[in-house]
């Protein structure tokens, strides 16, 4: 299934339509683009995994002005409008991004795919994948929902979450979503995600949250460094 079928609209309406589904999508990816400031190499290949059309890849190309972007999505129509966004710095990959080999980069990028492994063994593997893929000094940033550890924080969140798409698509629609939703995305703890990161080799850091979302910014060491 596409994102756009998950998501129940045409790849067309993508960047528009997810204004309406996630709350602060658009902060979120200026942040995600920002963490870039923690890269300690220059950057030659950026690698997005699930990069649908390409949102989060053109603010990063936008700073990492001689890097290539090698985007991995298993979606053809998704990679079409991220190619019309990055052009000819587009590398195209048509493959589920759990499986393919991931190419020896210096960024990579995931913006709302991550959630879509749902075991986490599976998520360890992906971390330590990504890890092996990085040049020494390279960055992994990270987008998505990482909810709270408490119980009572991760239900507040839910409401909040409800509450945006009760104002955009009616309160029976937003609760359609979110159950929807839940069927295919497995959302963990930031916590755990922290810790799955510093297990698989990475220095980590929090650069922003706010309500259940969060980015990430998980740093390779240097050969040599303490880490």
Request: hydrophobic share 50%; net charge positive; with cysteine.
């Amino acid at each position: 299934m596409s994102v756009a079928e998950h998501l129940g609209i045409e790849t067309r309406e993508y960047d528009q339509q997810i204004l309406t589904f996630i709350p602060f999508y658009e902060e979120i990816l200026n942040q995600a683009a920002a963490a870039l400031d923690a890269l300690a190499r220059p950057a030659r290949i950026l690698v997005d995994l699930g990069i649908g059309t390409g949102a989060l890849a053109a603010g990063c190309a936008a700073q990492l002005k001689a890097a290539e972007v090698v985007g991995i999505d298993s979606d053809p129509q998704m990679l079409a409008m991220a190619a019309k966004r990055l052009g000819r710095r587009l590398r195209p990959v048509v493959a589920n991004f759990e499986t393919a080999p991931i190419p020896r980069c210096d960024v990579v990028t995931a913006a709302f795919s991550l959630h879509h492994i749902a075991a986490p063994s599976a998520k360890r593997q992906a971390f330590a994948k990504v890890f092996r893929a990085l040049r020494p000094g390279g960055l992994f940033v990270i987008a998505d929902c990482m909810t709270a550890s408490s119980p009572r924080l991760q239900a507040r969140d839910v409401a909040d979450w409800q509450g945006h798409l009760a104002a955009r698509h009616g309160r029976a629609r937003a609760v359609e979503f979110l159950n929807a939703w839940a069927a295919e995305d497995t959302y963990f703890t930031l916590e755990q995600e922290m810790a799955w990161l510093r297990a698989a080799g990475f220095r980590v850091d929090l650069t922003w949250r706010k309500s259940a979302f969060a980015v990430i910014a998980a740093s390779k060491p240097r050969l040599g460094s303490r880490h």
